[in-house]
């Protein structure tokens, strides 16, 4: 299939300070999971140099939430290692649906934007690249935005957790589902990508209501890549970002 890719400009200050702003009001809502993170491993039995190293480097919500389920004097490390990479597991397709972008920059720069990937900076730069404006700056400065927000819930939780133990109370919980849906919307329309997104919406449903925990995750993005998969797009010998995504 031919297709016609805008080119992924390299890493630069300016674009990194671009992504941060853009995704900056956005991610303060994740000050309030930070919170929750923070409190609930203090309450687990966590040390504060254990709480935050574990936002530090591993930086997945869902995957340090599951932990703290599994974790105890004697840690099941074999199932904290499924729990956390069936979580996870959805970064494998989102990694996969940037790279015409982004093996167009040095590998220095493209494996280490994606340390900060998360769902938010991922579904910013994916739409930007479907349009026509590609900037890897936007992943690595959204990453940070995130990342501090999430670090500065988890030192506040360690500290006033308690104040809002549960976030869904206030709706807080919906930011980020209202957020991705706002991407989709956004983004380029077709039949297929319907269909795509209809599969991915229905297996996820199906596997949360029947399944164990956090694999709708997975279940829903494998739906929906498996029709992408199997519809393929038109061969044709020069389309656009717009046409071809």
């Keep these: 299939m031919s297709t016609a890719v805008s080119v992924m400009p390299g890493l630069t200050l300016a674009g990194i300070g671009q992504g941060f702003w853009r995704l900056l009001p956005l991610s303060l809502f994740v000050i309030v999971f930070g919170l929750a993170y923070g409190l609930a491993a203090v309450q687990t039995g966590l040390t504060p140099v254990q709480t935050v190293f574990m936002s530090v480097a591993v930086f997945a919500g869902t ?10 004097p004697q840690i099941p490390l074999v199932p904290l290692l499924i729990t956390t990479f069936a979580i996870n597991a959805r970064h494998l397709l989102m990694g996969a649906s940037l790279y015409p972008w982004l093996k167009q920059v040095p590998p220095i720069q493209r494996y280490g934007s994606l340390l900060v990937l998360s769902d938010a900076n991922w579904a910013m730069t994916l739409n930007d690249c479907q349009n026509g404006k590609p900037n890897l700056g936007m992943l690595v400065g959204g990453g940070i935005a995130i990342w501090l927000t999430w670090m500065g819930g988890t030192l506040l939780g360690m500290t006033f957790g308690n104040l809002i133990a549960n976030p869904a109370r206030f709706g807080l919980d919906m930011v980020m589902g209202c957020f991705l849906l706002s991407m989709v919307f956004g983004g380029r329309r077709s039949w297929r990508l ?4 209809c599969v991915a919406a229905l297996s996820g449903w199906v596997a949360y209501r029947f399944l164990p925990d956090n694999t709708h995750v997975v279940v ?3 739906g929906g890549g498996l029709v992408g998969l199997f519809w393929l797009e038109r061969p044709s010998g020069a389309r656009t970002v717009e046409e071809d995504a």
């Excluded at 995957?63 to 105890?72: D, M, T, V, Y």
């Excluded at 319907?194 to 997104?197: A, N």
Aim: hydrophobic residues 75%.
């Design 63 to 72: 995957a340090q939430f599951a932990a703290l389920e599994l974790w105890g």
């Design 194 to 197: 319907v269909l795509i997104w």
């Design 220 to 222: 829903g993005a494998v």
